[in-house]
């Protein structure tokens, strides 16, 4: 009997990856003895497999012919030096295995019985010093969270082949359920919620207590058969639900708000300007907030997110669904509505990076196919924050060095875009090495639906059983497509994936800070394949009008998705045991809260549930009918005949005691302008801010998406020539016959929440709409997102900065929402990640506050679509927008190792007057090229648009409109703002533009009452040349040198 195959590449074939991995030992473990390393694929099998079968499916299925071998049953090779095999840990899902037990059934024309479980064998060959293995394995080769290893050395290789076991699992647990009392003790209290990671607080422990100690609650509960104690199965379902990750408590929280900084006056204005010249000056946008005495806010998600939308809403028709939903939803026509979601996967990705980001893209995925009535994921966006790749330092316990995150991280978001058809099409990465403790990880969708969809309230009206996928099934009766319509008495489908241990804490789990004794069962691992045949499948539902709503299980699983769907139904009856398992040993409160990936929960009307079940056996998806909504008022959950949860959905969903928290800002008289000489060679600056990590090319993480897949690509990741130029924002074409598009941005700038994170926030959004108007984005069809990702924020003996963190949330809330209402700009969805922190012993790594806002909108017509490359030799650059003297935060600063203390300030008015003429110039058809100025500012704005078309430019300086820290215009050379200031400086507002010589007249008309300036032309000749303020030859500098050193930070 066999139960091993192996198979590898033949000794004459490259491997690319091994001789990587060889060159990485050689280079990082000091192994210049180690000669060669090989990898071998391996198939384990659960079942006993007869010779000939073992044999016809290593031949026929397992390996190719042309370029592999294979052993059945016996080792491939034995001439090695050591070797280590890897595979996953028990319980880990394994879609490769899967997909190999699936396919093994066909070719054996009969099912497995057992599973399939792959390995992979990697082969040293040379000088091995077995004492290196442990690190090479753990530090290289795997991730101890998910996966095992074992090592071998070649003599002992008869005595490893006995020995081996396959990763089976499974638990002595008989699906028991325990009552957990609740003491008086509040020290227990603590201890309780700790032992069980409910991350619940001890206030609400006991509000959970004197729920059950109720008199009605309790008489109702001896009618079940239940104890006056919760179960197991209730505490767990209540601290899901109670989550901060997922009620959101800290942006609901009242917070006694305090502003220490004096209130600016006139007089003391003058006075700040004489004295202290060289200090933060605070702008006059913020001096309503400056107060000594306290302001209690009442939730900073109703005061300051959702009361903007709601000042906007009115004047925005294309708003159809915001704040309700998985996603916010918009109308870009009278037939189509785009779904959008933004969501974050820091903890999971810390743990095991590729596991992690898989995940969190596939979740965001499920987000838009589980609003309204369901849309069509199109494009995917990434955003990612790491520690530098190249760092050196220590790596505390259970962190892993930051070149590993990006490179599972990158990997994980590449698999889930790539396998499940969805492009990528917009993203960045931003480096800090205070993300050393947790990444950030903003996965984001857009998704597409028809405006209406067959109603399933409608009767059936098909000619034939077989007809399931037809869009007449109801007779032509259709709804809207951005609500839900399940009631009571429809039934609860679970859809997709089976459940297993795999992400059961999750919710709870992403609303701490990561430690040591954070638990590996949080980690999941996606499946992108079965998450498309779900996809599909439930498309085709909602086109058949086979189900009235449905959401994802995402974060909490099933106690997430059947209770808040039960909340708006009026109630729920389920029955776990009824839940498909991937093993079994699962205790019932596992069932609820596993967060087992690629499942949907749908309602399903009764009447169409039989038809809902035969369409799932077309698509290859499981489908199991586990319940109904009912109009009790209560989640009730079953396990066989036993009733094992018996929840009231007003104390389930509302019942968390509200939080009560300090928030505290005071200046930070440390900060100042750095004395920096003016460099004396400022084409050496220039070159090596284009290549600092935050602004370099990023084009080989790029070309491994796939943002063509579905051909919708109007502007790319990248543009130009030879698409090597930095795009702004997507533009993409979802319906072919039709002219407009949907543009995608974001803006992203934590550094300046280092100086004032009111500004920040200011920025940020700046950044996100220069970004969208640049590539011809619509400013009156849009809407934004906000990710709010923070440290810690609640002041304790271990988090004595929290009321200034908290005080940081605060103001980004201010500035974001101030904003929003100058550039009529609603906000459609969010998310708030907390405790972005890691503690262990005295170590505490905390992420700077971090703000990311992503924009989408429509452009009208994707031919009057602009890049940001140059078109033509000839044309005229303009610069649009005024470059001030305020570097704090700036990637020139950084780059001198300051940080300056003058933070970029947003003209509001201004600015939205400078966009709104330019949107105008562009469907003109005025605008060749355009392209924001953010990081490194007008110097390396003008070099990427250079890089990108491969043309040169020749530039002035004095041509820049420029005003100087005191508020002046220069009036002659003698005023005019450093070189290196124009040239670096980050204020916001600014666009690089060229314009055909013709359009020159109507051009300026068109930006009439707005700041701008001809500073110079393209160039055929490939050189920028950068004419100074003062004498002197000007700076020139080849295209070529600029592209290089713009390439050659990120290479891998």
């Given at each position: 009997?066999?139960?091993?195959?192996e198979?590898?590449?033949?000794?004459s074939?490259?491997?690319?990856?091994?001789?990587?991995?060889?060159?990485?030992?050689?280079?990082?473990?000091?192994m210049?003895?180690?000669?060669?390393?090989?990898?071998?694929?391996?198939?384990?099998?659960?079942?006993?497999?007869?010779?000939?079968?073992?044999?016809k499916?290593?031949?026929?299925?397992?390996?190719?012919?042309?370029?592999?071998?294979?052993?059945v049953?016996e080792?491939?090779?034995?001439?090695?030096?050591?070797?280590?095999?890897?595979?996953?840990?028990?319980?880990v899902?394994?879609?490769?295995?899967?997909?190999?037990?699936?396919?093994?059934?066909?070719?054996?024309?009969?099912?497995?019985?057992?599973?399939?479980?792959?390995?992979?064998?990697?082969?040293?060959?040379?000088?091995?010093?077995?004492?290196k293995?442990?690190a090479?394995?753990?530090?290289?080769?795997?991730?101890?969270?998910?996966q095992?290893w074992k090592?071998?050395?070649?003599?002992?290789?008869?005595?490893?082949?006995?020995?081996?076991?396959?990763?089976?699992?499974?638990?002595?647990?008989?699906?028991?359920?325990?009552?957990?009392?609740?003491?008086?003790?509040?020290a227990?209290?603590?201890?309780i919620s700790?032992?069980?990671?409910?991350a619940?607080?001890?206030?609400?422990m006991?509000?959970?207590?004197?729920?059950?100690?109720e008199?009605?609650?309790?008489?109702?509960?001896?009618k079940?058969?239940?104890?006056?104690?919760?179960?197991d199965?209730?505490?767990?379902?209540?601290?899901?639900?109670?989550?901060?990750?997922?009620?959101?408590?800290?942006?609901?929280?009242?917070?006694?708000?305090?502003d220490?900084t004096?209130?600016?006056?006139?007089?003391?204005?003058?006075?700040?300007?004489?004295?202290?010249?060289?200090?933060?000056?605070?702008s006059s946008a913020?001096a309503?907030s400056?107060?000594?005495?306290?302001?209690v806010?009442h939730?900073?998600?109703?005061?300051?997110?959702?009361a903007?939308?709601?000042?906007?809403?009115?004047?925005?028709?294309?708003?159809?669904?915001?704040f309700?939903?998985?996603?916010?939803?918009?109308?870009?026509?009278?037939?189509?509505?785009?779904?959008?979601?933004?969501?974050?996967?820091?903890?999971?990705?810390?743990?095991?990076?590729?596991?992690?980001?898989?995940?969190?893209?596939?979740?965001?995925?499920?987000?838009?196919?589980g609003?309204?009535?369901g849309a069509?994921?199109?494009?995917?966006?990434?955003?990612?924050c790491?520690?530098d790749?190249n760092?050196?330092?220590?790596i505390?316990?259970?962190l892993?060095?930051?070149?590993?995150?990006?490179?599972?991280?990158?990997?994980?978001?590449?698999?889930?875009?790539?396998?499940?058809?969805i492009?990528?099409?917009?993203?960045?990465?931003?480096?800090?090495?205070?993300?050393?403790?947790?990444?950030?990880?903003?996965c984001?969708?857009?998704?597409l639906?028809?405006?209406k969809?067959?109603d399933?309230?409608a009767?059936n009206?098909?000619?034939?059983?077989?007809?399931?996928?037809?869009?007449s099934?109801?007779?032509?009766?259709?709804?809207?497509?951005?609500?839900?319509?399940?009631?009571?008495?429809d039934r609860?489908f679970m859809?997709?994936?089976?459940?297993?241990?795999?992400?059961?804490?999750?919710?709870?789990?992403?609303s701490?800070?990561?430690?040591?004794?954070?638990?590996?069962?949080?980690?999941q691992?996606?499946?992108?394949?079965?998450?498309?045949?779900?996809?599909?499948?439930?498309?085709?539902?909602?086109?058949?009008?086979?189900?009235?709503?449905?959401?994802?299980?995402?974060?909490g699983?099933?106690?997430?998705?059947?209770?808040?769907?039960?909340?708006?139904?009026?109630?729920?009856?389920?029955?776990?045991?009824?839940?498909?398992?991937?093993?079994?040993?699962?205790?019932?409160?596992?069932?609820?809260l596993?967060?087992?990936q690629?499942?949907?929960t749908?309602?399903?009307?009764?009447?169409?549930?039989?038809?809902f079940?035969?369409?799932?056996?077309?698509?290859?998806?499981?489908?199991?009918?586990?319940?109904?909504?009912?109009s009790?008022?209560?989640?009730?959950?079953?396990?066989?005949?036993?009733?094992?949860?018996?929840?009231?959905?007003?104390?389930?969903h509302?019942?968390?005691?509200?939080?009560?928290?300090e928030?505290?800002?005071?200046e930070?008289?440390?900060?100042e302008?750095?004395?920096?000489?003016?460099?004396?060679?400022?084409?050496?600056e220039?070159?090596?801010?284009?290549?600092?990590?935050?602004?370099?090319?990023?084009?080989?993480?790029?070309?491994?998406?796939?943002?063509?897949?579905?051909?919708?690509?109007?502007?790319?990741?990248?543009?130009?020539?030879?698409?090597s130029?930095?795009?702004?924002?997507?533009v993409?074409?979802?319906?072919?016959?039709?002219s407009?598009?949907?543009?995608a941005?974001?803006?992203?700038?934590?550094?300046?929440?280092?100086?004032?994170?009111?500004?920040?926030?200011?920025?940020?959004?700046d950044?996100?709409?220069?970004?969208y108007?640049?590539?011809?984005?619509?400013?009156?069809?849009?809407?934004?997102l906000?990710?709010?990702?923070?440290?810690?924020?609640?002041?304790?003996?271990?988090?004595p900065?929290?009321?200034r963190?908290?005080?940081?949330?605060?103001?980004t809330?201010?500035?974001?929402?101030?904003?929003?209402?100058?550039?009529a700009?609603?906000?459609?969805?969010?998310?708030?990640?907390?405790?972005n922190?890691?503690?262990?012993?005295?170590i505490?790594?905390?992420?700077?506050?971090?703000?990311?806002?992503?924009?989408?909108g429509?452009?009208?017509?994707?031919?009057?679509?602009?890049?940001?490359?140059?078109?033509?030799a000839?044309?005229l650059?303009?610069?649009?927008?005024t470059?001030?003297?305020?570097?704090?935060?700036s990637?020139y600063?950084?780059?001198?190792?300051?940080?300056?203390?003058?933070?970029?300030q947003?003209?509001?008015?201004?600015?939205?007057?400078?966009?709104?003429?330019?949107?105008?110039?562009?469907?003109?058809?005025l605008?060749?090229?355009?392209?924001?100025?953010?990081d490194g500012g007008?110097?390396?704005?003008l070099?990427e648009?250079?890089?990108?078309?491969?043309?040169?430019?020749?530039?002035?300086?004095?041509?820049?409109?420029?005003?100087?820290?005191?508020?002046?215009?220069?009036?002659?050379?003698?005023?005019?703002?450093?070189?290196?200031?124009?040239?670096?400086?980050?204020?916001?507002?600014?666009?690089?533009?060229?314009v055909?010589?013709e359009?020159?007249?109507?051009?300026?008309?068109?930006?009439?009452?707005?700041?701008?300036?001809?500073?110079?032309?393209?160039?055929?000749?490939?050189?920028?040349?950068?004419?100074?303020?003062?004498?002197?030859?000007?700076?020139?500098?080849p295209?070529?040198?600029?592209?290089?050193?713009?390439q050659?930070?990120?290479?891998?």
């Amino acid at each position: 009997m066999v139960r091993r195959i192996e198979v590898s590449l033949g000794t004459s074939f490259k491997d690319a990856a091994a001789d990587a991995l060889l060159e990485r030992l050689k280079t990082d473990f000091g192994m210049s003895g180690l000669q060669t390393v090989r990898r071998a694929e391996v198939y384990s099998f659960e079942e006993d497999l007869e010779p000939s079968d073992a044999q016809k499916l290593a031949a026929e299925l397992l390996s190719d012919p042309v370029n592999q071998h294979y052993s059945v049953g016996e080792p491939l090779v034995s001439d090695f030096t050591y070797a280590i095999e890897v595979g996953l840990r028990p319980g880990v899902k394994d879609n490769v295995g899967e997909t190999a037990q699936a396919a093994a059934g066909d070719v054996l024309g009969r099912p497995l019985q057992g599973h399939v479980f792959t390995s992979m064998l990697f082969l040293f060959y040379g000088e091995f010093l077995p004492e290196k293995a442990q690190a090479l394995a753990e530090g290289v080769l795997c991730n101890p969270l998910i996966q095992r290893w074992k090592g071998f050395a070649a003599a002992g290789i008869s005595s490893y082949y006995a020995s081996l076991d396959l990763p089976i699992a499974g638990a002595s647990n008989k699906g028991s359920v325990f009552e957990i009392p609740l003491p008086a003790d509040e020290a227990e209290l603590e201890r309780i919620s700790k032992r069980r990671l409910l991350a619940l607080s001890v206030d609400e422990m006991k509000a959970i207590r004197a729920h059950y100690q109720e008199p009605d609650v309790r008489a109702a509960r001896a009618k079940l058969g239940l104890s006056i104690h919760p179960t197991d199965v209730e505490l767990e379902a209540i601290a899901q639900t109670w989550s901060e990750h997922c009620k959101h408590k800290i942006f609901n929280a009242d917070i006694a708000y305090v502003d220490k900084t004096e209130k600016t006056t006139e007089k003391k204005t003058e006075k700040t300007k004489d004295k202290k010249k060289n200090k933060q000056s605070k702008s006059s946008a913020s001096a309503h907030s400056l107060s000594s005495s306290p302001k209690v806010i009442h939730s900073l998600f109703k005061t300051y997110i959702r009361a903007t939308t709601e000042s906007i809403h009115a004047a925005q028709p294309y708003l159809l669904s915001v704040f309700t939903d998985n996603a916010g939803i918009l109308a870009m026509d009278d037939t189509w509505a785009l779904a959008i979601k933004v969501e974050t996967h820091n903890t999971p990705s810390a743990l095991d990076p590729y596991g992690g980001a898989l995940t969190g893209i596939l979740g965001v995925n499920r987000d838009v196919l589980g609003a309204g009535m369901g849309a069509k994921p199109v494009f995917n966006t990434d955003i990612f924050c790491f520690a530098d790749p190249n760092y050196a330092g220590t790596i505390p316990p259970r962190l892993l060095h930051p070149r590993r995150v990006f490179e599972g991280v990158r990997a994980g978001v590449e698999r889930g875009g790539n396998a499940s058809g969805i492009p990528t099409v917009n993203g960045s990465i931003y480096f800090d090495n205070r993300y050393l403790g947790k990444p950030l990880v903003y996965c984001g969708t857009g998704g597409l639906m028809p405006r209406k969809v067959p109603d399933p309230r409608a009767p059936n009206q098909r000619a034939s059983q077989g007809d399931l996928d037809a869009s007449s099934s109801t007779g032509g009766v259709v709804c809207v497509s951005h609500l839900k319509y399940h009631k009571a008495g429809d039934r609860i489908f679970m859809v997709g994936g089976r459940v297993g241990k795999d992400g059961i804490h999750g919710a709870t789990f992403s609303s701490e800070g990561l430690h040591e004794g954070s638990p590996t069962s949080a980690v999941q691992l996606g499946d992108p394949i079965t998450q498309k045949n779900v996809l599909d499948f439930l498309l085709a539902s909602r086109d058949a009008g086979l189900h009235s709503g449905l959401t994802d299980d995402g974060a909490g699983g099933l106690s997430s998705s059947v209770g808040e769907m039960a909340n708006d139904a009026g109630g729920a009856l389920i029955h776990l045991e009824r839940c498909p398992l991937k093993y079994p040993g699962l205790d019932p409160w596992e069932i609820l809260l596993s967060e087992s990936q690629e499942r949907m929960t749908v309602a399903v009307p009764a009447d169409k549930a039989g038809d809902f079940a035969a369409l799932a056996v077309r698509f290859g998806v499981e489908a199991t009918d586990i319940g109904e909504f009912e109009s009790s008022g209560f989640l009730q959950v079953r396990y066989h005949s036993q009733v094992v949860a018996h929840l009231d959905l007003k104390f389930l969903h509302n019942g968390v005691p509200k939080m009560h928290l300090e928030a505290e800002w005071s200046e930070d008289e440390g900060l100042e302008e750095p004395d920096l000489e003016l460099p004396s060679d400022l084409k050496v600056e220039l070159l090596a801010l284009l290549a600092r990590p935050n602004i370099c090319s990023k084009e080989s993480v790029i070309r491994q998406y796939d943002h063509e897949v579905q051909g919708m690509s109007v502007i790319k990741p990248l543009c130009g020539a030879s698409a090597s130029g930095p795009s702004d924002a997507a533009v993409l074409q979802p319906i072919p016959d039709l002219s407009w598009g949907v543009v995608a941005s974001h803006g992203l700038c934590p550094r300046f929440s280092d100086l004032d994170p009111y500004h920040m926030a200011m920025l940020a959004l700046d950044e996100a709409v220069r970004n969208y108007v640049a590539a011809g984005g619509d400013p009156a069809c849009w809407g934004a997102l906000d990710n709010f990702c923070w440290p810690d924020p609640i002041v304790s003996s271990k988090n004595p900065d929290g009321k200034r963190k908290l005080a940081a949330l605060v103001r980004t809330c201010q500035g974001l929402s101030e904003a929003c209402k100058a550039y009529a700009l609603p906000l459609v969805s969010g998310k708030d990640s907390m405790k972005n922190d890691y503690a262990h012993g005295s170590i505490r790594i905390s992420v700077p506050p971090t703000l990311l806002v992503s924009l989408v909108g429509r452009i009208d017509d994707v031919e009057r679509a602009v890049a940001s490359d140059f078109k033509k030799a000839g044309d005229l650059i303009y610069v649009l927008g005024t470059t001030k003297d305020e570097l704090g935060g700036s990637e020139y600063y950084a780059l001198h190792e300051c940080l300056g203390a003058r933070v970029p300030q947003v003209d509001l008015k201004a600015n939205k007057a400078l966009y709104h003429a330019l949107h105008a110039a562009m469907t003109d058809g005025l605008v060749a090229s355009a392209h924001d100025c953010s990081d490194g500012g007008l110097g390396v704005a003008l070099a990427e648009c250079c890089i990108g078309s491969g043309f040169g430019a020749s530039v002035k300086l004095t041509q820049v409109p420029q005003r100087a820290e005191d508020g002046a215009s220069p009036s002659g050379p003698s005023s005019f703002l450093r070189d290196d200031k124009i040239l670096f400086s980050e204020s916001a507002g600014r666009f690089v533009v060229s314009v055909r010589p013709e359009n020159k007249a109507k051009f300026e008309k068109a930006m009439e009452g707005t700041a701008f300036a001809v500073i110079g032309e393209v160039l055929e000749n490939a050189e920028l040349r950068i004419e100074g303020t003062r004498s002197g030859a000007p700076m020139s500098v080849p295209v070529g040198d600029l592209k290089s050193a713009h390439q050659r930070t990120i290479t891998w």
